[in-house]
């Protein structure tokens, strides 16, 4: 049976140098979870949340799936947006897509893929939603142009969550971001859609 034990030996190392860079820092990370932000990603293995915005843990509360994608099916992602928003407090939301996306990729194929299709069912809604302006869109700048296309749908969904909406109405802080990583150069791009109350979200992202 493999136990993994080179991850136990990578955790001692990690867990050592933390310490001698800050001695208290695992005691005081310990006895508080206070981020600003929710970060709404890809399970992409090359785009880890906290290395990418230099944030260190206890910053940054996540939530990663295929696509980065927010469904009002999804009690799994709404939990999620809910203790963050209601128990944290959370100031921003950050939908973070990434180009070069796998599963934005299997989604304009036509290919069975498997369980997933299920899954990818969501962006190729997105897809449906704005054929018009894909259709102008040169053939070689389609897989760009639907993984920000697909942030930009996430960051209304997000929006028109009842978490959302009811944080709005209770007058709190709260921003939602659409943001895209490049893997080629490790740079983040915002894709401005930033919404910071429900008049903004029906005014900018078209949401009624």
Excluded at 82 to 98: P, R, S
Excluded at 156 to 165: D, E, G, L, P, S
């Amino acid at each position: 049976m493999k136990k993994l034990k080179f991850l136990f030996d990578n955790n001692v190392e990690w867990a050592e140098k933390i310490k001698k860079e800050d001695p208290d820092f695992f005691i005081k990370l310990s006895k508080l979870q206070a981020p600003e932000y929710l970060w709404i990603g890809c399970s992409d293995s090359r785009v880890p949340a906290n290395e990418i915005i230099n944030l260190a843990p206890g910053e940054v509360f996540v939530h990663r799936n295929i696509a980065n994608v927010v469904v009002h099916t999804d009690l799994n992602c709404l939990s999620v947006i809910q203790y963050a928003v209601e128990v944290l407090k959370v100031k921003h939301i950050i939908v973070c897509g990434h180009y070069g996306c796998g599963g934005i990729k299997a989604a304009m194929e036509n290919n069975e893929h498997g369980l997933i299709d299920n899954w990818l069912r969501h962006i190729k809604d997105v897809i449906r939603f704005n054929l018009n302006d894909m259709s102008k869109v040169e053939e070689n700048e389609k897989f760009n142009w639907l993984c920000e296309t697909n942030v930009k749908e996430q960051v209304k969904n997000v929006c028109n969550t009842t978490i959302v909406q009811n944080a709005w109405k209770n007058g709190n802080e709260l921003s939602v971001h659409g943001w895209i990583y490049e893997l080629k150069n490790g740079q983040l791009k915002d894709l401005n859609c930033c919404v910071s109350s429900a008049k903004e979200a029906a005014e900018l992202c078209d949401i009624t």
